[in-house]
């Protein structure tokens, strides 16, 4: 069975006794982009601020490759949380060497990441006249720097033009054959299809489904099912789209085949498997 790189169990987190994200159990298969879908508001961003140690959860608990997360996990999870954290009077390559100096990385994995992320032939061009896909470009090189095994990516498309766009996706398709998994974040459901292999859809704080991709032209039906279930008042603790009722809203168990667009897990109302 292909095994979980990233697990939650029951994660919680409020802010001055309003509870942001709500029990949520997610499960990323290794070697897969899984995305993480919901409205502006639904607590995404803080989910992901908790997976990479930017906030301390209120309750639940996060596994690393089959094991209780802790700090020491951060080297092997890059993250690009909202701002690309750029030095606009440097170029990429200084950009990058800050870093690198800091985590006694070479100019050969430098030289490596620039190629990644299609930045190599910016030369003395500073990062303050890049375009905003290029900014975000730099700022995933500077997440990959550390061979990181899973990328965390919050909005990555806002802001970007229709070139961009594809740059970026093309990209981060790449990234599994690399050996890295994706956890990306957006709320436009376009770009989701075209990338992800897995998603799971948040709607305020509750993890309403979570699998395969659905077939082609059901991923906005199944996205507003979720959406309108969890945005009334009375929010219940579990929706039964698919998976098992426990503690928390949805439990999928990854299929043995493994990762990939054929791969993808059991969809019930009316959703096909695979896609």
């Known amino acids: 069975m292909n095994q979980n790189i990233l697990e939650t169990k029951c994660l919680s987190k409020s802010f001055h006794n309003q509870s942001v994200v709500k029990e949520i159990s997610l499960a990323v ?5 899984y995305g993480l879908l919901g409205p502006n508001g639904a607590g995404k961003s803080t989910l992901l601020k908790m ?14 490759n089959g094991h209780a997360w802790s700090r020491k996990d951060l080297a092997d999870i890059g993250a690009l949380i ?16 800050v870093r690198a100096l800091i985590l006694g990385i070479t100019d050969e994995r430098i030289r490596e990441v620039l ?25 995933i090189a500077i997440a990959l720097l550390n061979r990181p095994r899973l990328l965390v990516l919050d909005e990555p498309v806002n802001g970007l033009d229709p070139i961009g766009i594809q740059e970026l996706r093309q990209m981060i398709r790449r990234f599994p054959g690399e050996g890295i998994t994706v956890l990306v974040s957006s709320h436009i459901l376009s770009e989701i299809a075209q990338t992800a292999d897995y ?13 395969g991709m659905p077939e082609m032209g059901h991923l906005e039906e199944l996205f507003m099912t979720v959406a309108a279930k969890y945005t009334h008042s009375g ?24 990762c990939g667009h054929d791969a993808a897990g059991s969809i019930t109302q009316g959703h096909k498997e695979g896609r």
């Open 199 to 211: 998603i799971g859809i948040i709607a305020n704080g509750v993890l309403g489904y979570q699998g």
């Open 82 to 97: 909202e701002t690309p954290p750029v030095y606009e009077n440097l170029t990429a390559w200084e950009n990058l060497k």
């Open 29 to 33: 298969p290794s070697g897969c982009v």
């Open 235 to 258: 929010i219940p603790r579990y929706m039964p789209l698919t998976g098992r009722a426990d503690c928390c809203p949805i439990r999928y168990t990854v299929p043995e085949t493994g």
């Open 51 to 64: 997976l990479t140690g930017i906030l301390r959860p209120t309750g639940g608990e996060i596994l690393f």
């Open 115 to 139: 190629e990644l992320v299609d930045l190599a032939g910016t030369g003395k061009k500073r990062a303050g006249a890049f375009s905003l896909g290029m900014k975000q470009r730099l700022g």
